[in-house]
Every structure is written in C-alpha cells, then in structure tokens.
C-alpha cells in the first residue's frame, strides 16, 4: 500500500483529521503529509472540512466508471468503423500490437510498484534517522539542564528563587522585581515566556515530560501545571488530539 493510500485510509477511518494527526499515526513527517494533502486535493480524492480534511471517495469511483464507459464507447465504435478489406493479416497485426501494448503497460505497472516500496523503504529510513535526532536531542537537554541546575545552585539569585517557588508568574510581576534583565533570563534558558507568563524553564521542561497527557488525566495536575497546559494551548505550542490526549506541537 503506498503512503497516499494509507492517508486516503486513515482520513476515510478518521475524517476532519489535521495534517499533524495523520503524521503522528503514520509516522512520517508532517511536511511529507502536507505534500500528499495537497497532491490528492488536486486531484480531487481530498477535501478540507471545517476541522480538518475529509476522504471524498464517491468522485473517485464516477471518475473511474466514466473513464470505462468511454473505453468501451471507443472501442465499439473503432470494431464497426474496421474496413472489411483490412482481412486477416490486418486483424493479426492489430492483436499483436495490442499484445505489446499490454506488455508495456505491465512492465510499467511493476515499475511503478517498485518504486512505491522504495518510498516506503526511504521513509522508513527517515523515520529511524529521525529517531535517533530525537533521542541526541534529548540527551543534549538533559546535559544543558544540568549544566544550568549547577549554575544556579552556585549563584544564588532572588528573582530565581522566587520563580522556582511560584514556577509561574506574570511578566509584569517579573519586570517588577529585575526590571530590563529579564532578557537575560530568558537568553540563558532559565526562563521561557509563553503568552504573558514567565515560566521557570526547568518546571517547563519537567512538564514537557508529561506528554502525550490523556484529557482524563489533566484533573489530576497542579494548578501551575493546569495554567501552564492552558497557556500552552493558547499559544498553539500544544493541540487536543482527537478530544483524548494533549500532544506538543
């Protein structure tokens, strides 16, 4: 099954779904998936609905009918339009170039499926690749974060302290007790501001954790924890994926 087969699959099983959605299930990238989106649109086999894309199979099936219905309509009219001095030889002739004809056709065909599953093969590949980024990616976090929890153990600093005990606070809060140095916080990786919070960056990156967060399970989260997923929404940096769980973008 090729990958635009398998979109047309899933979005058939799962209508209105995002481009994002359909990446995550299939495991391809989610540039790859907008490039599918935008080839089968073209051609009809997709449409955007009001929360998403939607599969629209029925105009493939006219589609393909009328394309018979217009085969045998030409060929009948070429059978009665055949001059009866052709004879046999002409007749002859004619099958055997309709035989190669049809053998070039089904080397085609086997062409075309061998390079479908050397796409899937490249995806797959990419997938791995894309894999192990994430995981060097992870670990260089890890590292970084430790880096900075041995720099504030060794500079105490009041405004960190007191973002690390809220974990959350206003920027005009945060303006008010470093005025212009905010900046630097934010530079050095200390802090993250998400809409008009500042956010202490190791509590953000311990809730980032968290992810994928079942809906059931944000009632159990603290209340900086609750803020945070709802500033995160906001600013589009996390998604309700199919009303079940929160995903980060």
Known sequence: M?????????????????????????GISYSLVRAILYRLRDRGLVARGVHGYI????????LESAINEDYEDR???????????????????????????ENKVDKLSRRIIKLESAVNSLSDDIGKVRDRLSKIEKELQIFSYSLKKIFIKNHADPFLKELKRRKLMTVLE???????????????????IISSYVVDADFYNEF??????????????????????????????????????????
Do not use: C, H, Q, W
């Open 2 to 26: 090729s990958i635009e087969d398998k979109v047309l699959k899933f979005l058939r099983e799962n209508p209105e779904s995002k481009p994002r959605e359909i990446a995550d299930y299939l």
């Open 55 to 62: 599969a629209t199979t029925s105009r493939e099936s006219k």
């Open 75 to 101: 060929y009948l009219e070429s059978r009665r339009t055949i001059r009866p001095e052709v004879g046999v030889s002409g007749a002859y002739s004619l099958s055997t170039k309709l035989r190669e004809l």
């Open 174 to 192: 945060a303006k008010n007790i470093v005025g212009g140095a905010l900046e630097n916080y934010i530079k050095r990786g200390l802090a993250k």
């Open 208 to 249: 980032s954790k968290k992810f994928p967060l079942k809906a059931k399970d944000v009632e159990a989260l603290g209340e900086e924890e609750k803020k945070l997923l709802t500033l995160m929404v906001e600013e589009g940096m996390a998604y309700l994926s199919s009303n079940k769980e929160y995903r980060i973008v």
